[in-house]
């Protein structure tokens, strides 16, 4: 089977590129730091807001026939970013991408999860939903909280 490999951008914010998936769990987990239970703003990524972006994935998932990567690492830690995004600013902004003001895109919506160019023509730049005929994806549409935790471990 061939190794999976996946934009850098889930790691750097940066358009091109690849790195192996080991790469991704060490570089973006460190940067997500560690998921907690909720502690009064703290920064950490609270449980509510995984399990929150974690039901939301599935049920977008279902909903849209789209599927998870077959290597659920990418999705583990595409939701965990979903989460931190969520907490940080109100809204699930695409963790993928490079921003100049979080914040400001947060209000315009646009790479709000899930992104215009997800709703219009299915096209998930992280690699969070993908349809079945997408090399990468997976038959699952759902993801256990220990499989997302497990990333970080």
């Not at 449980?47 to 998870?68: G, I, N």
């Amino acid at each position: 089977m061939q190794s999976l490999r996946t934009s850098s951008c889930v790691l750097q914010g940066q358009p091109l590129g690849c790195v192996p998936n080991a790469q991704i769990r060490r570089s973006q987990t460190a940067r997500l730091g560690p998921i907690r239970a909720e502690d009064g703003g703290s920064g950490a990524t609270t449980s509510k807001s995984l399990e929150t972006m974690r039901k939301f994935s599935e049920q977008y998932a279902k909903r849209t026939d789209t599927f998870f990567c077959v290597d659920k690492t990418v999705t583990a830690v595409v939701i965990q970013g979903l989460a931190e995004k969520k907490d940080k600013l109100g809204a699930p902004l695409c963790p993928c991408r490079h921003y100049d003001d979080e914040q400001a895109e947060a209000n315009q919506g646009f790479w709000n999860c899930p992104c215009v160019p997800m709703r219009e023509r299915k096209e998930c730049h992280c690699m969070l939903f993908l349809p079945d005929d997408n090399d990468f994806a997976g038959d699952s549409q759902e993801i256990t909280m220990e499989e997302i935790k497990a990333v970080e471990q």
